[in-house]
């Protein structure tokens, strides 16, 4: 899109007025162009497209180490910090145009970021981001905003900064680990498994969330395998994954291609390591 554009000499906010609105498909299409091109329009004049990058990156990593990013668990998505860099460059006046370095940039965010209201955050994230995560959102640039603005950003700071959080040995007796697996002997619809089970498990979490518990994630690297841990469950009360998952494991058991041979694809659900259901 972005080729087509520049060979015509065409912005893609002038090709998006020229369509036709009944055209919703097209329109969606171009949504992430258009997205690219007011970022782009915030960048110029402050820093250079790959400090941006560097910064939004940064964020990333930090995040994903204090375990607050994946789409699984309907955290924030790279693309919520993309826009509000993009914001904070829009509404930050840089005297030192595209000089300014990913460091400075970096420590900035930090600082824009930690100044945000729970409300501000809201906004951000619309509907997609539960307010149970908030919370520990904040804290996270709080506490890495005290520690950019009173010391010196160096690589050895920033790899401190980023290095992800210790998993605990031993979780309090009130916690469930609670493990979800995928497998197949087919290579396809082992990947349309784990697509599903990323796509899906954030709507089963919210009901966890929305009824008091708490969700932390452990392991969620797409290798067929997802682990959290929610806290303040009664010893031994594994009723409360097997209501809440049931219907999880069921729509991962059919896979999307309807398919419900029981040699294509398996979906299990374990509870500090005892399975408690296979489907």
């Not at 250079?48 to 939004?56: D, G, I, L, T």
């Not at 959080?165 to 087919?186: C, F, G, L, N, Y």
């Not at 619809?189 to 990323?198: A, C, H, P, T």
């Not at 929305?210 to 841990?229: A, N």
Request: with cysteine; charged share 20%; glycine share 6%.
């Amino acid at each position: 899109t972005f080729l087509l554009l520049k060979d015509h000499n065409l912005s893609s906010r002038k090709l998006m007025t020229s369509m036709p609105k009944a055209d919703t498909t097209s329109r969606t299409a171009l949504g992430g162009p258009v997205f690219a091109e007011h970022v782009l329009d915030a960048v110029r004049g402050c820093c250079s497209r790959q400090v941006f990058a560097a910064v939004v990156e940064a964020a990333v990593l930090l995040l994903r180490g204090a375990k607050l990013k994946g789409n699984a668990f309907h955290f924030p998505r790279t693309f919520h910090l993309v826009k509000l860099l993009a914001q904070f460059i829009a509404q930050f006046n840089a005297e030192q145009g595209d000089s300014i370095t990913a460091s400075h940039l970096f420590r900035l965010f930090i600082q824009h970021a930690a100044s945000r209201s729970a409300l501000q955050w809201g906004e951000l994230f619309k509907d997609f981001v539960p307010q149970e995560y908030i919370t520990p959102l904040m804290a996270l640039f709080k506490s890495v905003s005290a520690t950019v603005s009173s010391s010196k950003i160096t690589p050895n700071l920033i790899v401190m900064l980023l290095q992800p959080e210790t998993e605990p040995t031993h979780e309090a007796q009130d916690h469930r680990t609670v493990t979800i697996t995928v497998s197949s002997k087919d290579d396809v619809e082992l990947w349309l498994q784990k697509q599903l089970l990323v796509a899906r498990l954030g709507g089963y979490v919210r009901q966890l969330l929305s009824s008091g518990y708490k969700v932390q994630p452990r392991l969620s690297d797409l290798s067929s395998t997802i682990t959290f841990v929610v806290s303040s469950v009664a010893a031994g009360n594994t009723a409360l994954f097997v209501d809440n998952f049931t219907p999880l494991l069921g729509e991962l058991r059919q896979g999307r291609s309807g398919n419900k041979d029981q040699n294509v694809a398996l979906a299990t659900l374990a509870v500090d390591g005892s399975i408690v259901m296979t489907r």
